[in-house]
């Protein structure tokens, strides 16, 4: 059995085998493998017992969970209107620069997948980035390119 | 109309005492019908944006005939420009925690479900400890009421309630048709009582201080104080706690930076209002109701880059489930866009409010029904802006 179908099956264990376990199911995943696969979601819905159609009609609605394959690390920059105004577009040429790619893009060393979201909820503190599951508010060009770096030197 | 002046509360965000939950102990001395009472008394209304009573949503849902209900906290969180909800469940997470447990109990519901938006996962370890301390409590006095939770996924279609209900069940988040109601049918098609984070904290503060001093405060529309997340051009940008019912022009006067020229109240989906009518807006149910966004915009900033910022949200946010959405809220952008290149007349923005106008009667959800809001406020109020 795979890594990912032994992840699969302790999800299903820990939060019970039915359609309502679906969202936090492929979240589980998500966490752990930054992507959904065909073949997992297959295993999903075989785990579930869902049709494989029905699991992948659940994952294409919703942003965070990605069918395509993304880097080790996800930024998130927000791109509503504060932190527009707070001057989010330079930041995110600022990384595009520094990570020689274009939003929506992954890094050749598949380290960093660079991505804009709609509002965080830090619009007092904007701008703000997600990367992964941290929040960092305020920040500026400098900042952001600290943090990145940061990361960087953390990922293997 | 009542006149109220701009005025600072403290009673969300006011510390814990001492011993944990002792709002419970004394909240749960009550039948349920004497706490739907006083929550209904208080005169709350849902601070999510919608504004429904919530003592009378409870009682729909106590009424109801069912061996399972639940009790679902909207934890969705986002409205562009609101944060309070956040800050609630980073700082006081046990007044939202009390608030649904008193919710189970007046309605008869033994699970109580938090949808937590997946932007703020980085909150789940606290809150897990949280209920950890809550369960203690709950075992120790035999209340017999769960919490768990439950992320959302970058989707803020989820934050309406009954595609939350959809996304819990493992489905796309698409709005289901309405009637039934959630108090009839909501989570696993059981009688739900679903309240946004605020209101359960509040339903913890009239509990603790009760509902005939919370209702001194407000207007008669609009009872008690709010969170209001202030961003923008404002030199104290943040959330405030503040009492309903006041004139708009107070509360630029005490915000603003002296130069604003415009308000969005209610976020992408509320409504723009410019300098010349701060004066005769209220800020509460009588006037325009708020789920507490309020973005300042100063004369520096071109309001046409505003309105396409929203459009451009509504048009990634919607589900695509109804044309008049899917396809208006596109043809709204596109449209304004082709105005300001000058492809379009300006009398075409007449046609484009039309559509809005079509999209708040035919689309089936919340989303849809209030593009209008920002859009014929905008065009209205700036039109200058939006053409040249
Ligand atoms: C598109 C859309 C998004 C919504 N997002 C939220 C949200 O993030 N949080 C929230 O509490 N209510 C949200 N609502 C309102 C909910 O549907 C529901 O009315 C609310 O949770 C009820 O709680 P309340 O009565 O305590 O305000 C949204 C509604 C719509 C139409
Ligand atoms: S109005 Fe928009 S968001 Fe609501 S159901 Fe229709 S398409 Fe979906
Ligand atoms: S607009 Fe960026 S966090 Fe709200």
Known sequence: ?156 | MENKTLKKIDLIFAGYTSTKYKVLEKTFQKTPDEIINEVLDSGLKGRGGAGFPTGLKWKFTKNQESDVKYVVCNADEGEPGTFKDREILERVPRKVFSGMAICGRAIGAKEGYLYLRGEYTYLVPSLLKEIEIFEEYSKQYNYGFKIFIRLGSGAYICGEESALFESMEGKRGEPRNKPPYPTVSGYNSKPTVINNVETFATVQVICKIGAQEYKKLGTTDSRGSKLFSVSGDTPIAGIHELELGMPLQEFVDEFGDGDTKAVQVGGASGHCVPRKQFNQTVIGFEGIPTGGSMMVFNSSRSMYNVLHDYLEFFTEESCGQCTPCRVGCQQLLKGIEAVKRGERPPSYLEDLKRLAQTMKIAAKCGLGQSVANPFNSIIDNFREEIIY
């Open chain 1, 1 to 156: 059995m795979s890594k990912t179908d032994v992840l699969i099956k302790e999800l299903v264990t820990k939060y019970g085998k039915n359609r309502n376990s679906l969202m936090p199911v492929l979240q589980g995943v998500v966490q752990s493998e930054k992507c959904l696969s065909e073949e997992t979601l297959i295993s999903i819905a075989r785990e579930l017992e869902l049709s494989a159609a029905e699991v992948y009609g659940t994952a294409s609605f919703y942003t965070f969970l990605d069918t395509v394959p993304r880097g080790k690390n996800i930024i998130r920059i927000c791109k509503t209107i504060t932190c527009h105004m707070k001057g989010k577009d330079e930041i995110i040429l600022a990384l595009e620069n520094m990570l020689r790619i274009k939003v929506g893009e992954t890094t050749h060393d598949k380290k960093f997948t660079l991505l804009t979201a709609n509002c965080l909820g830090w619009c007092h503190k904007g701008p703000v980035m997600l990367v992964n599951n941290e929040v960092f508010p305020e920040i500026n060009v400098q900042k952001s390119i600290e943090i990145i770096e940061k990361f960087s030197k953390e990922t293997a």
